[in-house]
């Protein structure tokens, strides 16, 4: 386990001799890897840095607000509103990989955006040791590692806490005083909802998986979960009211896990189980059925693409 208050005096030594006298962006996406290398940032460049939250519109039911409120001791957070860009972008895409580096090519291009307004060189990002270990083993592409373009516009990309575990940034996190609804958050992936989604990243499939996302989130907060939840893994039979439908498969899955690297199924209750599928169902006239997903990682990841 890292030495959390030699860490933080090494990370905010680390980013201020890097960045200098020049300005920083950092992507802020409310998750506790992103909100503690920008507390890491603020601490150690303030002013000189510009917090950038972009609301892609594949975020969790709330999420934009609870930034809003979060970090409104920023003077200098910027939102940016992207929601129609990126599903523009992602239109009509169904492979998992491309998904990814098309998230991670616009959030690219958002962040340079900004950086031109405010005359930034470099960009701050949140990655952590096991980001850098799935994209280069290619388990898969993370949209801040393996997912980035070739072509970037800044002089440099800072990454404080590459080689920090999970656990170890919520210690960091709990250090800086950060909120428990930020250092305590179960991890929630880069490119959002979409890699919650099999296939093409639509609308009313967002719209199903956001709210299928809350209620998991919600009915199993007492099971304390390494992470929790829903994915629209494709369509089946169902019976709503009298008619026949072809409606959204809802997986959900819970996982116990140290670092993420591998994970075990959680066993839930049969009346938590119940409660879930009831409020899912009952959430969109499109949703026809609930699985529960048993399966540890290995053979599978934590998330479904």
């Known amino acids: 386990m890292v030495n959390v208050d030699e860490f933080i005096e090494e990370a905010k030594a680390e980013i201020a001799e890097e960045i200098g006298d020049k300005h920083a962006v950092i992507g802020l996406s409310g998750g506790v890897d992103s909100s503690t290398a920008a507390a890491l940032a603020y601490e150690a460049i303030g002013d000189q840095l510009t917090a950038v939250y972009v609301d892609t519109g594949l975020m969790r039911k709330g999420e934009t607000d609870e930034i809003r409120e979060t970090f409104d001791y920023m003077d200098s957070l910027r939102i940016v509103e992207a929601q129609d860009r990126f599903l523009d972008e992602l239109e009509g895409e169904t492979d998992p990989e491309e998904k990814r580096h098309i998230i991670g090519e616009q959030f690219i291009r958002e962040f340079e955006t900004v950086a031109r307004e405010v005359d930034a060189d470099y960009l701050v990002q949140g990655t952590i040791y096991p980001d850098r270990i799935e994209s280069e083993g290619t388990i898969k592409s993370h949209h801040?590692?393996?997912?980035l373009p070739e072509r970037i516009d800044f002089d440099g990309i800072v990454e404080p806490m590459r080689d920090l575990y999970k656990d170890e940034v919520r210690e960091v996190a709990r250090?800086?005083?950060?909120e428990e609804i930020?250092?305590?958050?179960m991890p929630f992936p880069g490119p959002g909802l979409a890699v919650r989604i099999i296939g093409e990243v639509t609308e009313e499939k967002l719209a199903v998986a956001r709210e299928a996302n809350h209620v998991v989130e919600e009915e199993?907060?007492?099971?304390?979960?390494w992470q929790a939840l829903a994915a629209v893994?494709?369509?089946a039979t169902g019976v709503k009211g009298d008619n026949r439908v072809h409606?959204?498969?809802?997986?959900?899955?819970?996982?116990?896990?140290?670092?993420g690297m591998t994970a075990?199924?959680?066993?839930?209750d049969w009346d938590t189980l119940q409660r879930m599928q009831s409020r899912i169902t009952g959430a969109h006239e499109n949703v026809a059925?609930?699985?529960?997903?048993?399966t540890h990682k290995p053979p599978a990841t934590i998330e479904y693409e």
């Open 247 to 259: 409606g959204w498969v809802v997986a959900v899955r819970s996982v116990e896990s140290r670092d």
């Open 289 to 294: 059925r609930v699985v529960y997903d048993v």
């Open 220 to 225: 199993l907060e007492e099971y304390e979960p």
């Open 264 to 268: 075990r199924a959680q066993e839930l």
């Open 182 to 185: 930020i250092s305590e958050r």
């Open 175 to 178: 250090a800086l005083d950060l």
């Open 233 to 235: 893994i494709g369509k």
């Open 144 to 147: 801040n590692v393996g997912g």
